[in-house]
Structures are given as structure tokens and as C-alpha cells.
């Protein structure tokens, strides 16, 4: 696609149930990213993906998430026994190696009640 | 650690009149930085950014200034308009295709 695409758009869960959020990157784009954002706040670093290199997992808050990136491509970020705590914008972005640039989704709000 | 913001500044402007938008970062070894722009309901979105071998690029409407001494980025919005009521963030990164650091954020309200 043109974008960065990431489903579902919202997502409200119970607390305890586990929750996949989607991104679709930019074809092409060799660098994936995750960031957390709570309402009103700034952007809190999860994870990193660059080609094949081992993920930069340094921002994942707790053992309850985890990430994947399937064939360079699409990324699942998974959220297990989900907590109130979780609840914010799951923002992906990705870009391509030889600059910085972020190209961002809209993002996934996930409210854990 | 990671810059992660908490209660964003807020930076109130009149329509018409410039904004500075003040970002300091912490790694003396980043070569390349980044202000996005981010409105409510929507991902951040790409201004302009810089290169660690300037000190001073403009873009339309925008100017990014570095100033590596005190590792001090900012952004000029000339005659700010109510479509730039956003928040904006700066972001570092080390080297192309490293991983970008965000700061917190300030959230630029314009006033008409």
C-alpha cells in the first residue's frame, strides 16, 4: 500500500485477555518500529526491527509483550494478559535503510477495561 | 534510557504570530534529526529535518536550527496558522537506519 497500515484501528479488550495488533509496513522498508503512546503523552519506544538483524527489544515494558516480523514484511506486536495500564495508541512506523525518516501509521487504540 | 515525555509543555501562539518550538537532546554521537508533527487522532507525520554538518535548514513555513555546543534543536513556524495546532516532536537518531529517539513533545496550541 501507499502507507503504513496498522489493523485493528481500535480495540477494546477485557483485562486478562491477550490482544495482536497489526502493522503493514511500507514494501520495502527494511527498519520496523513500535511505539506506545498514552493519552496526552509522548512516544514510548517498544521495539525495532532492521533486516535481519536481531531486533532491538531494549523499550518492551514487560515479559507480557512480545513482537514479531514475519519474512521482513508484516509485524504482530502481541500483548498477553492484558492490564488497564496497557490501555493507549500502539503506533507503527517503518523506514527504509538509508534514512531516518519514520513514515507512522494511525496507529491501534487499545482500551483494556 | 529512552526519552519518553510525561505531561506535555504547551505552547500557546496567535495566529499569524512565529513559533519556536525548543527540543535539547543527549547524545553527543547523533548525526541526524527529525520534527514531527503530530495532530490528535493521527499518526506523527514528517517536517523537516537535519543533518549534524548544519546548523540551519528551512523547509516552508518551518526552519530547523541545531546547535550541537548544547545540543539544542528547535523549530521556527513562521506566521502560524490553525492548521499547525499539533504536538511536535523532535527525534535523534545516531546514523541512518538506527533506531530514532523520541523527546516528550510540545503541543503548540494556535489561537485565532
Known amino acids: 500500500g501507499a502507507g503504513v497500515s496498522q489493523s485493528p484501528s481500535n480495540k477494546v479488550t477485557e483485562k486478562g485477555k491477550d490482544v495482536e495488533l497489526r502493522c503493514d509496513p511500507i514494501s520495502g522498508h527494511t527498519a520496523l518500529y513500535w511505539y506506545r503512546q498514552s493519552l496526552g503523552q509522548g512516544l514510548e519506544f517498544l521495539i525495532y526491527f532492521q533486516g535481519n538483524s536481531a531486533p532491538d527489544k531494549s523499550g518492551l515494558p514487560s515479559d507480557r509483550f512480545s513482537a514479531e516480523r514475519t519474512g521482513g514484511s508484516v509485524s504482530t506486536l502481541t500483548i498477553q494478559r492484558t492490564q488497564q495500564e496497557d490501555s493507549a495508541v500502539y503506533l507503527c512506523?517503518?523506514?527504509?535503510?538509508?534514512?531516518?525518516?519514520?513514515?507512522f501509521g494511525e496507529g491501534s487504540r487499545l482500551t483494556v477495561l | 534510557g529512552e526519552s519518553v515525555g510525561l505531561h506535555l509543555p504547551t505552547l500557546s501562539v496567535q495566529e499569524g504570530d512565529n513559533s519556536i518550538i525548543n527540543c535539547a537532546y543527549s547524545?553527543?554521537?547523533?548525526?541526524?534529526f527529525i520534527w514531527y508533527k503530530q495532530e490528535s487522532g493521527k499518526g506523527p507525520q514528517f517536517i523537516i529535518d537535519i543533518r549534524s554538518n548544519m546548523d540551519k535548514r528551512q523547509g516552508q513555513r518551518v526552519t530547523v536550527l541545531l546547535n550541537k555546543t548544547v545540543k539544542h534543536l528547535s523549530l521556527q513556524i513562521a506566521a502560524t496558522q490553525p492548521g499547525d495546532s499539533a504536538v511536535y516532536f523532535c527525534a535523534e537518531n545516531k546514523a541512518a537506519g538506527n533506531k530514532l529517539t523520541f523527546g516528550g513533545g510540545t503541543r503548540v496550541l494556535v489561537k485565532p
Open positions: 512506523a517503518s523506514s527504509t535503510q538509508n534514512t531516518g525518516e519514520l513514515f
Open positions: 547524545n553527543s554521537a547523533s548525526d541526524y
